[in-house]
């Protein structure tokens, strides 16, 4: 595909809805409840699911050939937007970065925003273009409510927690095994439904290999350095998925 070619395969108004009205109605939202008094990784987590299940209903149904120029252009978008927030005054604007940090991350609280954000969709156009665009689909819902739903199910039913050594920072992340077992479920559900739908493998198969990729994912994400899960959730899915599935 050409540059030109490209560039007109993307769908404008898709990528208005979810890059720039989605980002901003979802951030004032979720800094609304902050206001209120919910705490912070729901806040979070209600921007990271809530555009997640926004860009799987409007993106994913799309051939190939306008679902990836849509989703790259619609990412850069989105990253846009929370660059602008970080710098601007206005409180509708400046919503979006705030209801994204938590209190645990200050004074480096944008830092923890952008890392995963920017090294998520790094990797989700990576995976775009070298493996089959269904197994980049497939990790990024691992990604976008798997792990979207990990923090806050933990903080509500997490009764079980665990620690985990951050080999990268250098601190102990806690986990629990509600919110894990929220990762593995996503995970097998968007693994066995994707694959059934594309009619790719046989059922036995199909079950083996979702078993598989959700014990993967769970590993990943209850491992991964703090603000690196995005990425590494992404990247190992699809590579899971590519080297396995074929």
């Known amino acids: 595909m050409s540059a030109s070619d490209f560039f007109l395969n993307v769908s404008i108004w898709r990528v208005i809805c979810v890059g720039v009205i989605g ?103 990576t995976a775009l273009a070298i493996v089959n665009p269904l197994y980049a689909k497939i990790a990024f819902c691992a990604m976008g409510l798997g792990d979207g739903l990990a923090e806050p199910i933990g903080m509500r039913f997490g009764k079980r927690q665990y620690t985990v050594k951050d080999v990268f920072w250098r601190v102990r992340n806690t986990k629990s095994i509600e919110g894990s077992s929220a990762v593995f479920a996503v995970s097998f559900a968007a693994c066995g439904i994707g694959l059934i739908l594309s009619s790719s493998v046989d059922v036995v198969t199909t079950l083996a290999l979702s078993l598989g990729f959700a014990l993967t994912m769970t590993g990943v994400e209850a491992t991964a350095p703090r603000g690196m899960d995005n990425m590494l959730i992404v990247g190992t899915g699809a590579a899971f998925l590519h080297f396995l599935a074929g």
């Not at 979720?30 to 809530?50: C, E, I, P, Q």
């Not at 993106?59 to 989703?71: A, C, K, R």
């Not at 850069?76 to 970080?86: D, E, G």
């Open 23 to 125: 980002t901003l109605a979802v951030g004032n939202l979720a800094w609304m409840m902050r206001r209120r008094g919910v705490r912070d990784g729901f806040t979070r987590k209600l921007n990271h699911f809530g555009l997640s299940i926004l860009s799987a209903a409007m993106l994913f149904g799309l051939p190939d050939e306008i679902f990836v120029p849509t989703s790259i252009a619609t990412s850069l978008c989105v990253i846009i937007i929370y660059a602008w927030s970080s710098l601007s005054k206005n409180q509708y604007i400046a919503a979006v970065i705030a209801s994204n940090v938590r209190d645990r991350d200050l004074p480096n609280g944008n830092f923890f925003v952008f890392l995963p954000l920017v090294s998520g969709q790094l990797t989700t156009y």
